[in-house]
């Protein structure tokens, strides 16, 4: 991954529009832990026009539920899980401004729709590379939901963190495209 | 009649547990460095050496290897000559227990499908028992991951689909799977028996090492004809595209009636892992 583009989180539309399926891309900066117990919650509220927990306008969301924090460690293990649990959820926390979201697997039409339409990026980082990928995350701290447990809502600071564009703002669909490329 | 203490049966469980979620298989590693030589996509390169690396230092620091430590799953073949002290299902929750607690394991099991709230300590296990000859106790833990287990899927077809409505089947449940199960998947199969058996056959067959063939010549065939059909998919590491999408495939099989023709697939996602010991 030597040509990977560095980005900062929060994102802006800017940040958003330059990027395509299948770049590399590095994200320094605060992304927030949020699996699908969490995203009902939020879901809930936004529609019921409550303020939420945490901000989402420019933000990133990572699907994951951490291991527990071994001593001396900042974090468990902590790789992305499935994002499709959180796709009934995802168009309306778009539409707060939610811009950028990290998980693993394929999303719905509804979320690649509303992802063009509010212009956002879902990358995916490795599934089960979740020992190494915890190395990329500076600090954590419990912002919501702390009866959630594992899937509680937490701030990451996260440095150089991995991942791949997978779908872009332009209807772009890195799992459709790398298997038209490598079916026989 | 051998005699076996409970806390024997605890504490193994526990170590198990522990070891499963931090040391991934050799054969499991091996595969992984096959399928390097393999790959053409670069960036499916680039995943299986992300793995790799993963591997390293989660058996380095004893941390998972993955946080999904999955649904505790545990095989006991019972030699019919040895006997527990104490009650041994309760020795094996006990252990898992101890060994998700004290090896920093994340917890994700519900106390209730519908209502239910996270249970804190993994428990229950899913209990396998089979009774073997002899005076010695099989433990196997397998911790199975939800992402994986999510794609897997029970069929009642028709004798008359015969072995290529197996592999039908098969190749199409791994292709609506797609990127979700966390590809390179490992693949069980279980053909025959009933209803509910034919899944538990899946899950048996998640239990072989990596490049271990069916003993049957004929299922042996047939598990290297879907290796090849399914990575010529072209799903990929994490679905991204690319040629390796299964690291193997597994049969088991069992009789079947003669009006069914139960088939079950398992899908396993790349951190496939079981740990025995033989007490």
Known sequence: MTDAIRIKAPLTDDDVLKLKIGDSVLITGKIYTARDAAHKRLFELAQKGEKLPIELKGNVIYYAGPAPTKPGYIIGPAGPTTSGRCDPYTPTLLAHGLKGMIGKGVRSKEVRDAMQKYKAVYFTATGGAAALISKNIKAVKIVAYEDLGPEAIRELEVDNFPVIVANDAFGGDLYQEGIKKYKR | ?279
């Open chain 2, 1 to 279: 009649m051998r005699e076996v203490s409970s806390q024997v049966i605890v504490d193994t469980v526990a170590r198990l547990c522990m070891e499963a979620n931090y040391y991934l298989g050799d054969d499991v590693i091996k595969a992984f460095e096959q399928g390097l030589q393999k790959e053409e996509s670069p960036t499916g390169k680039d995943i299986l050496n992300q793995l790799l690396k993963n591997a390293q230092i989660a058996k380095n620091e004893n941390i998972p290897i993955c946080q999904d430590c999955g649904f505790a799953v545990v095989f006991l073949d019972l030699g019919t000559d040895a006997c527990v002290k104490g009650n041994i299902i309760e020795a094996v929750n006990e252990g898992v227990r101890k060994g998700y607690t004290e090896g920093y394991l994340r917890k994700s099991i519900v106390s209730d499908p519908i209502r239910g709230k996270n249970t804190g300590d993994n428990t229950p296990a899913i209990i396998h028992t089979t009774f073997i000859p002899g005076d010695k106790i099989k433990i196997t833990v397998a911790p199975k991951g939800g992402g994986s287990e999510n794609m897997s899927e029970v069929r009642m077809g028709k004798p008359a689909d015969g072995i290529e409505g197996v592999k039908t089947f098969v190749i199409d449940r791994v292709l609506r799977s797609s990127a979700n199960p966390c590809p390179p998947i490992v693949v069980g199969v279980g053909i025959g028996g009933t209803f509910e058996y034919v899944a538990f056959l899946a899950k048996k067959a998640l239990l072989r090492n990596v490049g271990e063939r069916h003993p049957d010549p004929f299922y042996a065939d047939v598990e290297k004809e879907l290796l090849q059909s399914i990575n010529n998919l072209g799903i990929g590491p994490m679905g991204l595209g690319g040629r390796i999408t299964a690291l193997d495939v597994f049969i088991e099989t069992h009789p079947r009636h003669i009006a069914s023709f139960p088939v079950a697939v398992n899908i396993n996602c790349h951190v496939a892992r079981h740990k025995s010991a033989v007490i």
